[in-house]
């Protein structure tokens, strides 16, 4: 199942992120996508403990950079990370994700190049669960 890129979502954005993960390779990596006060939407890589298979962000670089969001007035729309060897799902490992943003975008390598992915935290609740979440904005 695909769920449809969010509205605030961008060829530029999606450029940017297959970028830091080629930079990455051969390992995985991650980051998330924030917005500043005048909409602008910015990609953050995080500093991160990364095999092709894993990859973990540095707690006191996350908390470094959230501060720094914080400090410009942002907001945090979505996790990044990537999968070079695949699987073009999130994982079971990735349901942490949930913590950092609503949305997440998944970078997977396939034959021919990159494609990308989005989830909704509310999604994974939703199917943990069975019960929808309320409806706002
Ligand atoms: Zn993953």
């Given at each position: 199942m695909s769920i449809s890129p969010p509205a605030w979502w961008t060829e530029a954005l999606g450029a940017t992120c297959i970028r830091a993960a080629e930079e990455a390779l051969p390992n995985e990596m991650c980051g998330f996508i924030w917005t500043d006060p005048r909409g602008v939407q910015q990609f953050t890589k995080l500093r991160a403990v990364a095999t092709p298979t894993s990859v973990q962000a540095v707690p006191q670089d996350v908390v470094a950079r959230m501060y720094e969001v914080d400090r410009q007035d942002g907001r945090i729309l979505a996790s990044v990370h990537t999968h070079p060897l695949g699987p073009s799902w999130f994982s079971q490992?990735?349901?942490?994700?949930?913590l950092v943003a609503t949305w997440h975008v998944l970078v997977y390598r396939q034959v021919d190049g990159w494609a990308v992915r989005f989830g909704r935290s509310e999604a994974v609740r939703e199917r943990r669960t069975g019960v929808k979440p309320p409806t706002g904005p």
């Open positions: 490992r990735d349901q942490s994700l949930a």
